[in-house]
């Protein structure tokens, strides 16, 4: 009798993508089958060591990916069937979870579970995500960003509104802190005033649906939490389709559907911020990359800690940065120890009067100008 493992694996070959690499004599010893292969094999081990349930436990083979239970998160603590964890075939061979967010290259995925690839299969990997990822630069943006499809999955904003008992900020004292922080545009944000909650909506321009959103905790931590289209989904209780999960890395990209990609885009960590510059988008972390690989991205990360070590890895790798320091000195500010954001920045120079100079100036990708960072 064929085991659940074996079928499995069977499943998996019926269903794997047609690639068409080639590759040197020298690496011809192992072959993309052997890789998936040792990939699905290995996967099972883990999941047998991380998981204790029997349905946390199994592989669902999927067009081009593996979806399973996250080892990182161990995904749902409620629901056994949740299965948020997904390896990518088709794509440069990656781990992408969309409960933790955990993203891993395939060999690094297997390091951290004590499992490592031989020299030729390392050769035959690198040689499909190199692939992988001169087709990601060749595609065209709008693939992604098809306004018609994602009025589709895209959530009516009520729904939401609804189920966390939010109200409008007229009148209410948050509305205050908003103007202070100059934010132009009251329609993009609802209360929670119980819980003292503010929701900034990634809105389809014009519209009243929703791809993501933020929440600012006023009186409670963590300080931000990002909700991406699929756990908008699960928050609802709705089934997360796939369509929705191709829709993820850009629902939380706040600013993305309207950008002019032939000028330079600035990206920013927080949605505030990118709602006060032009041709801007915010991916709501230093951690995370806008998702879609253009040449004319510049960083303007947070002037703290965590976007400067953010800030000192894009300018190592050729990415314009902006250079807080050089700034802060030019207005005459002493303190270059204090945490700042662009609109801690024009709050600043509003109550002090100082006139600020032009901003896109202070953008560089000269390696010597790291100490300004």
Not at 50 to 79: M, Q, T, V
Not at 169 to 179: A, G, M, S
Request: net charge positive.
């Amino acid at each position: 009798m064929m085991s659940s493992t074996q079928a499995s694996n069977n499943q998996s070959k019926n269903e794997r993508p047609s690639l068409s690499f080639s590759f040197s004599e020298k690496q011809k010893n192992v072959s993309y089958d052997d890789i998936l292969s040792k990939v699905q094999s290995s996967l099972q081990d883990i999941l047998n060591d991380r998981h204790s349930d029997w349905e946390r436990k199994k592989i669902e083979p999927k067009h081009g990916r593996l979806n399973f239970a996250c080892p990182y998160c161990g995904d749902s603590s409620n629901d056994s069937r949740k299965k948020r964890g997904n390896i990518y075939l088709n794509d440069g061979l990656y781990f992408k979870c969309y409960n933790c967010g955990k993203y891993r290259r395939i060999q690094g995925f297997l390091r951290d579970f004590k499992i490592s690839l031989e020299a030729d299969e390392i050769v035959l990997v690198r040689e499909l995500e190199k692939k992988s990822e001169t087709l990601r630069k060749s595609l065209d943006p709008s693939i992604f960003l098809n306004q018609e499809n994602l009025m589709e999955w895209a959530i009516d904003r009520e729904m939401i509104e609804a189920k966390n008992r939010l109200v409008p900020l007229d009148r209410k004292r948050i509305q205050v802190y908003l103007q202070k922080r100059l934010q132009p545009d009251m329609q993009k944000f609802s209360w929670n005033e119980e819980r003292e909650q503010l929701y900034i909506f990634h809105l389809i321009p014009n519209t009243n649906k929703v791809l993501g959103y933020q929440i600012r905790n006023f009186k409670a931590q963590p300080k931000y939490l990002t909700f991406k289209l699929s756990k908008i989904y699960e928050d609802l209780g709705l089934d997360v389709p796939e369509e929705v999960l191709d829709i993820d890395d850009i629902s939380t990209t706040f600013g993305i559907l309207q950008l002019d990609l032939g000028k330079p885009v600035t990206i920013f960590e927080g949605p505030l911020d990118s709602f006060l510059y032009r041709n801007s988008a915010a991916t709501c972390s230093s951690n995370i990359d806008f998702p879609i690989a253009l040449g004319n991205l510049r960083y303007m990360y947070d002037y703290d800690r965590a976007g400067k070590e953010a800030a000192m890895k894009k300018a190592s790798e050729g990415r314009p940065v902006f250079l807080w320091k050089k700034l802060l000195t030019d207005l005459g500010i002493l303190d270059l120890n204090k945490k700042m954001d662009l609109t801690d920045l024009l709050v600043l120079c509003k109550r002090k009067s100082l006139k600020l100079p032009k901003l896109s100036n202070y953008f560089s990708r000269d390696r010597y100008d790291i100490y300004d960072i």
